[in-house]
């Protein structure tokens, strides 16, 4: 991928088939069905690609245990085959992962055990394998920093784990491979109608600070929590809302796990379930459920949720985290559809598609795990509704960019599956710190081939170094801002007005 380049082919078409706002999992699961279908699509982002929650979830490809309590069988079942697809086409950034609940009460085992067992049998043929119950022994030695006092036993699962910026970066490549163009840190302003229907959007490229007109057969809002702000612009008597739902993560050294299994605790203080899980060298513990009034693009962690993940993490650790062992804490919204007089955990993540009299396409809810089915949805609709003839969508059996089976995880570059060695050939591949996986190799390919354009580009989501260890990276951004001068022949203010930027940033990335 190349910005430069995408540039130009928007300066030379003066029509698109399909023009899609915003570069998060939604935006980048309709780009490619509609592209991997024959359509001339262009995705065009605000920020970065994930930037916002795409970026920032509990790292899980997951059908949703805690949905079968609240009885959304359907939801279940789509979000466990289209875990079961992600594996399948992106087998270099999901994996499948071992969870285990410990139980403290007799009636827990044969409890959850039931519900596993039909989680089993919803995932049909692409189950990632059988739930099984643990003795007291198993379960010490499978986690041995699990809590022992009044310990029973434990109920071990599975369900899949990945990696979503990247995810997101390598979408967008695919997207490009088959025929689609996608662009970050262009701003989409309104949109353009004739004769009372859409037929394109005014938008501003951020960065040259050009204004554009850009015409369109169908416009597609795909921007998560920020999706209601649009569609008012659009349809100002409509009456659906997005209830914003906060989640916040706290990574730990991975000691204070000990496995490489995750955690799951099934019922919190306030009722949602809480993950331990080994990603990359640490453990993510999250999350909450906290609702927000107003989506921002860096929702920051408050004081009491930090303290609940804290609580509730300790009575199921014998080596109890404190605020000093957080390396970094980050923050999510989810993009949840409103009902009335419903707590925000309760609420569905089902994705919904709303078609305006003036007939822009907007695509509402949703999760990572149901990307691919969201845009295939999507897509359905646009080529029923315009009646294009389109073949049907091939995205089940779509491979992902860098697509390679058999690749180690302990490899700090497997996420890039095939482009592993294009990666290495870029540049020194001497880590820049001990304490963060980070090469001047990663660098230089992110500015190359990946559209990274700033730091944060680079230490969040080209890498996910900022999630990792956020005090580590506010030491080496300026080394990082010094790479990516070269690359991009910027001067010696902009890397000092990018160290700043950084700085300013990560401040809410550490305790």
Known sequence: MNRDSNLKKINSNKSWDLIVIGGGASGLGVALDASSRGLKVLLIEEYDFGKGTSSRSTKLVHGGVRYLKNGELSLVIEALRERGIMLKNAPHLVRN?????????????????????????????LGLG???????????????NVNQ????????????????????????????????TVINYFKWDSFCYENGKVSGIHATDQITKMSYELKANVVVNATGVFAEKIMKTDDPDSKIKIKPSQGVHLVLDRSFLNSENAIMVPNTSDGRVLFAVPWHDVVIVGTTD??????????????????????????YMTKKPTRKDVKSVFTGLRPLISQENKSSKSLSRKHSIYRSKKGVFHLLGGKWTTYRKMGMDLIDLVNDTNKLNLAPSKTDSLKIYGYANNISWDDPLHFYGSKKMDVVNSGSTKVLTNKLPITAAQIIYAVKYEMAKTIEDVLSRRTRCLLIDAKECIKIAPTVAKIMSSELNASENWEQEQIKLFLNLAKNYHL
């Open 149 to 180: 006092k009044e310990l029973n036993g434990g109920i071990i699962y599975h369900d899949g784990q990945f990696d979503d910026a990247r995810m997101a970066i390598s979408l967008a490549h695919t997207i490009e491979e088959n025929g689609g």
């Open 97 to 125: 992962m071992s969870f285990i609940i410990p139980t403290y009460e007799w009636w827990d085992t044969p409890f959850y055990g039931i519900g596993l067992k039909i989680y089993d049998l919803m995932a049909g043929k």
């Open 290 to 315: 906290t609702e927000v009034k107003d989506a921002t693009i860096e929702p920051i962690a408050t004081d009491d949720e930090i303290d609940f993940i804290l609580l509730n993490a300790e009575k």
């Open 130 to 144: 059988p739930s099984q119950m643990l003795s007291k022994t198993e379960t010490i030695e499978k986690i041995p």
